[in-house]
């Protein structure tokens, strides 16, 4: 059974800075696609960030500038870093990995990711 676990959620000011990580159980994942989603209370899960099995990357809108995907393949983990972080970007916080492996398309819809972690809170206080 593929794992993804989330870490690195918590508590933080208005303009402070959070690093999300997912660990994955399968050393295989260094070969797919991965992406970060969140849901907020009320709301429906949204793409955050994708980052491709060879490291290209793809953000919503919203985070362009602030946030950065990446990924260590050797430690089969990823990375969201989370900076001038604002009110509206509370939330649960999803590492998703897309089944498709070698796969150059970066996928934004929740449909398309088969793996999921627990989710990780993440709260900024204005």
């Known amino acids: 059974q593929v794992q993804l676990v989330e870490s690195g959620g918590g508590l933080v000011q208005a303009g402070g800075s959070l690093r999300l990580s997912c660990a994955a159980s399968?050393?295989?994942?260094?070969?797919?696609?991965m992406g970060w989603f969140r849901q907020a209370p009320g709301k429906e899960r949204e793409f955050v960030a994708a980052?491709?099995?060879?490291?290209?990357?793809y953000y919503a809108d919203s985070v362009k500038g602030r946030f950065t995907i990446s990924r260590d393949n050797a430690k089969n983990t990823m990375y969201l870093q989370m900076n001038s972080l604002k009110f509206e970007d509370t939330a649960v916080y999803y590492c998703?990995?897309?089944?498709?492996?070698?796969?150059?398309?970066?996928?934004?819809?929740?449909?398309?990711?088969?793996?999921w972690g627990q989710g990780t809170q993440v709260t900024v206080s204005s």
């Open positions: 980052i491709s099995w060879s490291g290209y990357t």
């Open positions: 998703a990995a897309d089944p498709r492996r070698r796969s150059t398309v970066l996928q934004t819809t929740v449909s398309e990711y088969d793996y």
């Open positions: 399968e050393r295989t994942f260094s070969y797919n696609g």
